[in-house]
């Protein structure tokens, strides 16, 4: 399995083996690579003989959306059980150095429940990191349904898997760090917002980023650089639902986002359809990632269809990244049992007729604006 990436202030504290921060978070955590008998008997290398990472890889997925199927399914006689759901997703999770999802759910106590207020069992989190996720954005429209405790509970959930999480806070002081992951010796900067918490209103102005503000957004990703991230990427909660096109106001957002140089990569999620993805003047935009797990009442093919993603970021400068590839893999959700298909290849997991089906389905919609052209390849496996 890929080494954990971590958020960037805890692999500082970890490397100074400072004791700031709390005792139960540094007990579980061990820095990788773990230091062997045999290291500690050869010379420290100088900074100058530190190689410095020439490339990066984040997979982003999109929407973990729990309905009572999902659940319904995972339920053992301890508990719960994603791992079938999910295990379609893992060989792409680990060829990546960073996986982040989307978790839509919030991590919520028994009786659990679905739309329009979610609650979800905690097993979902430690099966999204068994599976090699390093972590998920949680600014959702969906992100206090269940409250503050709610987003308490999610929070805590995922720091217990040690897993990075930025969107929604547990305190002021969290909403202000800079929402940066190390992974690689890179410190990679996330921007999360999402565009409504569904009429509802968190108990302060900070607890979840909120707004599709294209300057607040921006400011938020140079306030990040300076924060030391040399790459800064978008996540935003954004798009009509079951749509095959971005919105007018969706689509100026990412424009605006690619022409301001603030971002080196942007990607959306919450339409629970598949969009298309664009490079504009020189920066990707992915406008749906569509669902990653789910099983909506409403029956269109499109919530059952979604894409991952890998960005591979390549050094062309002191501080400066872009995107040397970007690589796609298509999936459509099977009925019942709900498992994650790819669609690239006809195997077990769907019958042959659907997955070609929902390859040519998706591939025009993904290519709407032409990314096959500029450059946009296949996701293929070692």
């Known amino acids: 399995m890929k080494s954990r990436a971590l958020p960037a202030v805890l692999a500082l504290l970890l490397l100074a083996g400072c004791s700031a921060a709390p005792q139960e978070a540094t007990a579980e955590l061990t820095p990788n690579p773990v230091q062997t008998q045999q290291d500690s008997l050869s ?39 994603f791992q079938p759901l999910l295990n379609g997703l893992k060989p792409y999770v680990q060829d990546a150095d960073v996986a982040l999802c989307n978790l839509e759910t919030p991590i919520g106590v028994p009786p659990y429940s679905g739309y329009p207020t979610f609650s979800v069992p905690a097993q979902i989190v430690a099966d999204l990191a068994s599976i090699g996720y390093d972590g998920c954005t949680t600014a959702t429209n969906h992100t206090v349904d269940i409250g503050t405790a709610g987003v308490k509970r999610t929070l805590d959930t995922l720091e217990k898997y040690k897993l990075f999480a930025t969107g929604s806070y547990r305190t002021q002081t969290e909403a202000q760090a800079p929402p940066l992951l190390q992974a690689e010796g890179i410190k990679l900067g996330v921007i999360a917002s ?134 796609w893999v298509p999936h459509q959700l099977s009925s019942s049992p709900v498992r994650w298909c790819q669609v690239f290849t006809a195997d077990a997991c769907l019958p042959a007729a659907d997955a070609k089906a929902s390859l040519v389905r998706t591939s025009k919609t993904v290519n709407a604006y032409g990314a096959f052209d500029d450059g946009l390849k296949p996701w293929e496996l070692d």
Do not use: C
């Open 43 to 81: 010379p420290s290398p100088t900074p100058s003989e530190t190689p410095t990472p020439k490339e990066l890889s984040l997979m982003a997925t999109g929407d973990v959306l729990l309905h009572p199927q999902l659940l319904a399914e995972a339920k053992t006689s301890t508990g719960y059980d």
């Open 194 to 327: 999402t565009y409504s918490l569904n009429g509802m209103r968190a108990d302060t102005d900070w607890r979840v980023d909120t707004g599709v503000d294209a300057k607040k957004l921006i400011t938020r990703a140079k306030a990040a650089r300076k924060s030391g991230a040399e790459i800064v990427v978008a996540a935003i909660h954004d798009g009509t639902e079951y749509s095959t096109r971005p919105s007018d106001a969706q689509r100026k957002l990412g424009q605006t986002l690619a022409e301001s140089g603030a971002f080196d990569f942007i990607y959306m999620h919450h339409t629970h359809s598949v969009l298309p993805i664009e490079k504009h003047e020189g920066t990707w935009i992915v406008y749906g990632l569509g669902n990653s797990v789910a099983k909506h009442a409403t029956p269109t093919i499109l919530n059952r269809e979604g894409i991952s993603i890998k960005a591979t970021f390549t050094r062309t400068g002191k501080d400066q990244w872009k995107v040397g590839e970007l690589v």
